[in-house]
C-alpha cells in the first residue's frame, strides 16, 4: 500500500498519549503500548507519555512536534474535546478528531440530537436529570431499557433492565459517572464500524460467549467471536455508508469507529461514536482493517499520517 509520507523522520518527535486519569486508563495503556511499538519498530521518534497534564510540561519546553492520541475517554481522557483545544492552542498536529466531533461524539445525548435532526436512525431515549420519575420513563421507552452514563466509553456504567424494580439499582451505577441516558433495548446484532479517513471499513458482527458484549467480553474473554464482514451485498454496503454518514454528521474525522445495533427486523440504530478506538489485541478496528489488508503497524502509520493533512482540522 503506498504512503502517503515515507520517511519516519517526517514526523519529527511524536508523543503517543496514554493513560490518564478517565475510567478506561487502563485499556488506553494497552492501546498506547501497541501503537508505541509499532511506530518504534518503523522507525519513528516515538515517545510515550501517560496523561496530559504531562504532556503540557512537555509542550511547553517543546519537546514533540506532533501526538498520536489514544487516551479513551472524558476527565483526563483525551476524547471530549479539551485536549484537542490544548493542541490547537500549542500548534502541535495530532490524530483524531477536531474539537467539535471529539467533544460532541462523547456527549450521547447530544450525538443522539444531531443524529435524528438529521433522520439517522438510533433508540429512542430520555435524559434522566438528578430525581427523575424512572417508572415514567421506563413506561414511556416500554421495558426492557439500557440505562447509561452519557459521557463515557468501553461498557462502563452500564446496565440493561428488564424489571422495574431493577431501575433503581441500574441509575445508582451509572450516575457515579455524571449525566445519564434510558435508552430502549434493541434486541438483535451488535456491530461496529471503522472508520479511517473517508473509507467506511468492513463491518464486524460482535458475538460473545455470554448474553451481552460487556466489559469482559471487550478486553478479557478470549471466547468471544468477531465476524468480519458482518454481512454481505446490499445490507453491508447499507451499514457502511450509515456508519459514515454519522460520523461525518458528528462532526469527526481522522479515524474512530460507529457502533450499531442490528434488530432481528433488519434495521439498523445508531448507538455512538469512538474518536479513539481501542488498538489492544481484542479490539475492533485493526480486525477491520486487516480484512482489507492493512496489517497493524500499517494502521498506526496511516493514522499517523493523518495529522499531516487537513482530515482533523488541526494546526498543520
Known amino acids: 500500500m503506498t504512503r502517503l509520507i515515507a520517511n519516519p523522520a517526517a514526523f519529527g518527535r511524536v508523543a503517543v498519549l496514554m493513560g490518564g ?17 509499532a511506530l518504534k519498530r518503523q522507525g519513528v521518534d516515538v515517545h510515550a507519555v501517560d496523561g496530559i497534564p504531562a504532556l503540557c510540561e512537555a509542550l511547553t519546553q517543546k519537546k514533540f512536534d506532533r501526538v498520536f492520541n489514544i487516551l479513551h475517554g472524558n476527565r483526563g481522557g483525551g476524547e471530549d474535546g479539551v485536549l484537542q483545544g490544548l493542541l490547537e492552542a500549542f500548534g502541535i498536529p495530532y490524530t483524531g478528531s477536531g474539537v467539535l466531533g471529539s467533544a460532541l461524539s462523547m456527549d450521547k445525548i447530544r450525538t443522539k440530537q444531531v443524529w435524528l435532526s ?8 430520555i435524559a434522566l436529570a438528578p430525581g427523575a420519575d424512572l417508572r415514567a ?19 462502563v456504567g452500564v446496565s440493561r433492565v428488564f424489571k422495574e424494580a431493577d431501575l433503581p439499582a441500574a441509575v445508582r451505577t ?3 459517572y455524571g449525566e445519564m441516558l434510558m435508552e430502549e433495548l434493541i434486541v438483535g446484532d451488535e ?4 472508520i479511517l ?3 467506511a471499513l468492513p463491518s464486524i458482527r460482535i458475538v460473545p ?11 478479557i474473554a478470549e471466547d468471544t467471536r468477531y465476524l468480519c464482514p458482518g454481512l454481505e451485498g446490499d445490507a453491508e454496503a447499507d451499514m457502511r455508508d450509515l456508519a459514515l454518514r454519522a460520523f461525518q454528521a458528528a462532526g469527526c474525522s481522522g479515524w474512530g469507529r460507529v457502533d450499531i445495533m442490528r434488530s432481528r427486523d433488519g434495521r439498523n440504530f445508531l448507538l455512538e461514536v469512538n474518536t479513539a478506538p481501542g488498538m489492544t489485541s481484542h479490539s475492533l478496528l485493526p480486525k477491520a482493517a486487516k480484512e482489507t489488508g492493512i496489517g497493524f503497524d500499517e494502521l498506526v ?11 482533523n482540522g488541526g494546526p498543520r
Open 137 to 155: 420513563a421506563a413506561l414511556s421507552l416500554g421495558l426492557p431499557v439500557i440505562v447509561k452514563p452519557a459521557c463515557e466509553g468501553s461498557s
Open 191 to 194: 456491530y461496529t464500524v471503522g
Open 197 to 199: 479517513g473517508a473509507q
Open 174 to 176: 451509572a450516575e457515579r
Open 21 to 37: 486519569t478517565s475510567s478506561e486508563r487502563e485499556v488506553s495503556l494497552n492501546s498506547g503500548t501497541n501503537v508505541f511499538e
Open 301 to 311: 502509520w496511516k493514522i499517523l499520517e493523518s495529522s499531516c493533512g487537513s482530515s
Open 118 to 125: 438529521l433522520g439517522l436512525p438510533t433508540p429512542r431515549h
Open 209 to 219: 460467549a455470554g448474553e451481552y458484549y460487556d466489559y469482559h467480553a471487550k478486553y
